[in-house]
């Protein structure tokens, strides 16, 4: 082999190979100066397993548990029913609650910061989650105490319905929802996941 080759083939491992598909560009920037994107979304692998993370130009709308392949069509199709069908995935428009993520799950941040879109979510179910919203890092609360942050002590079977649907898991953490005697009680995304996140805060759980 010439020494020419050789150079060539030096140039082309530097370069990842020659033959090597460049990246597809980020469309979302383009598409949203147009009017034409309505929610931005991307995935991220956690130790809770691949999440899909959706945002609108009000904040972060949705964050979806995919424990197959499926799971990203149905929750993409849901914010297309329910918000708008413009929509476009964009791992660099979902960079800042990816970081936030990725800082939580490592122990370094207590508190998200990214605005939140409320718009999948209503009525007493809304107040629910925002109350749930305010419990702090490292406690827990109860249904019947979210219930009656929200407005209705005797609400409680609500509560529990509402934390079920919960759009933004994590970030709303319906995970710090106990039952009274301290069971852990249910959890949209498994009792597993629960548990891990109650861990991530330094609670064990039985």
Same mark, same amino acid.
């Given at each position: 082999?010439? =020494? *020419? =080759? $050789? ?11 020659? /033959? ?5 560009? @980020? ?8 009017? +034409?994107? *309505? ?5 991220? @692998? ?15 709308v949705r964050l979806a548990y995919l424990d197959d392949s499926e799971d990203e069509d149905v929750a993409l199709s849901h ?15 979902? @960079?800042?609650? #990816?970081?936030? +993520? ?6 370094? #941040?207590?508190? /998200?910061?990214?605005?939140? @879109?409320?718009?999948?979510? $209503?009525? /007493? ?30 609400? /409680?079977?609500?509560?529990? =319905?509402?934390?079920?649907? =919960? ?7 319906? $995970?710090?929802?106990? $039952?009274? *005697?301290?069971g852990l009680g249910g959890y949209t995304g498994g009792l597993e996941r629960? #548990? ?6 330094? #609670?064990?759980?039985?």
């Amino acid at each position: 082999m010439t =020494n *020419d =080759n $050789h150079t060539l083939e030096r140039a082309l491992a530097a370069a990842g190979g020659a /033959f090597a598909e460049p990246p597809l560009p @980020d469309l979302s920037g383009a598409a949203a100066a147009a009017g +034409l994107l *309505d929610i931005a979304y991307a995935t991220l @692998d956690s130790p809770v397993g691949r999440i899909l993370l959706a945002k609108t130009e009000h904040g972060l709308v949705r964050l979806a548990y995919l424990d197959d392949s499926e799971d990203e069509d149905v929750a993409l199709s849901h914010l297309a029913a329910k918000l708008s069908p413009r929509v476009l995935e964009s791992a660099r428009g979902l @960079d800042e609650p #990816r970081r936030e +993520l990725d800082e939580y799950f490592s122990g370094r #941040r207590r508190q /998200f910061e990214v605005p939140l @879109d409320w718009r999948l979510t $209503h009525g /007493f179910g809304r107040r629910v989650l925002q109350a749930t919203a305010r419990i702090p890092y490292g406690l827990v609360s109860t249904y019947k105490g979210v219930a009656t942050e929200a407005g209705s002590p005797r609400g /409680f079977r609500a509560a529990g =319905n509402a934390l079920g649907s =919960n759009p933004l898991p994590i970030v709303v953490p319906c $995970h710090r929802v106990l $039952h009274a *005697d301290g069971g852990l009680g249910g959890y949209t995304g498994g009792l597993e996941r629960k #548990r891990v996140l109650l861990a991530v805060e330094g #609670r064990a759980t039985s």
